[in-house]
């Protein structure tokens, strides 16, 4: 499982319909203004992710496209702290859309 960012190489492929075929799922990762980030879990799309500063947490927003089973939750939320060490927060917290 994996927290991809908007701009990540893999989202970059000039051949979207590849990655994914239903264009209504094309159209929530990559829209004209503020594209979301992807949530990867076992190879697949599973959602769109957002993330903002709360203070001194980071507060990221998952919107999955079904609903997610615990393990793939519980590795969104270790991803989400690797994320804000990275953007130099000392803890997120993981709320779903």
Known sequence: MRLLPPGDPLLIDRDRETLFADPARRKRVWSHIGS???VLA???????????KQGKRLAVTVEPLEPLPERIRADVEAEAELV???R?????????A
């Open 36 to 38: 979301p980030g992807v």
């Open 42 to 52: 076992e190879g697949r799309l599973a959602g769109t992710w957002r993330a903002r």
């Open 84 to 86: 804000s060490r990275h």
């Open 88 to 96: 130099g927060t000392p803890a997120a917290t993981v709320s779903y």
